[in-house]
């Protein structure tokens, strides 16, 4: 038999040890809240090469496309991506690969020109390298794609923290 009024207590103090912890939504009001038009007034930098491509439209797709004329706020990305191999056969060849994309990038108020933010984010991933070219050089391109998307949510997440931190005010430096 169970006994539902310790696990019903339990529960309500679990609720209301919750509701004290401060926490609160990080895009509360939605597109019209506070950090979504923070992120929508973003404007992303052209980034080179492959991987910069593919970084600046997941870093536009996730920020509302702030692309628009006159956007305040610039972000600057650079990225370095390496691949090193692991293992090796015994004929001397790879068996194994990491791609490591990392990305330096700063939050930049283009009124003023100051840096509001300055960090860095990155991810890694594992490749397996068979005897195809041809399958090894896609998948080293697909690991290339997902951690795109990874690090461009990394960024992301720290742009939408940073807004929060600021709002009720316009993004400003933050204080050391």
Do not use: F
Not at 16 to 28: K, T
Not at 109 to 125: C, E, F, K, R, Y
């Amino acid at each position: 038999m169970t006994r539902p009024l310790p696990l019903l207590a339990a529960g309500l103090g679990l609720a209301l040890a919750l509701s004290g912890c401060g926490l609160h939504p990080l895009y509360a009001g939605g597109s019209s809240g506070t950090v979504a038009q923070a992120m929508s007034g973003i404007e992303v930098a052209p980034i080179e090469g492959k991987a910069g491509w593919l970084m600046a439209n997941a870093l536009r797709d996730r920020l509302g496309n702030g692309q628009t004329s006159g956007a305040r706020y610039r972000l600057d990305v650079k990225l370095d991506d390496q691949i090193r191999g692991l293992g090796v056969r015994r004929d001397d060849s790879v068996v194994r690969e990491r791609r490591i994309l990392r990305a330096r990038y700063q939050l930049v108020d283009q009124t003023s020109n100051a840096v509001l933010v300055d960090s860095t984010a990155g991810s890694d991933a594992g490749i397996d390298v068979v005897r195809s070219e041809y399958a090894t050089i896609a998948a080293e391109n697909t690991a290339l794609e997902r951690l795109s998307v990874i690090v461009a949510d990394e960024i992301v997440a720290r742009l939408a923290t940073y807004a929060r931190s600021r709002s009720g005010e316009t993004m400003a430096p933050a204080r050391p």
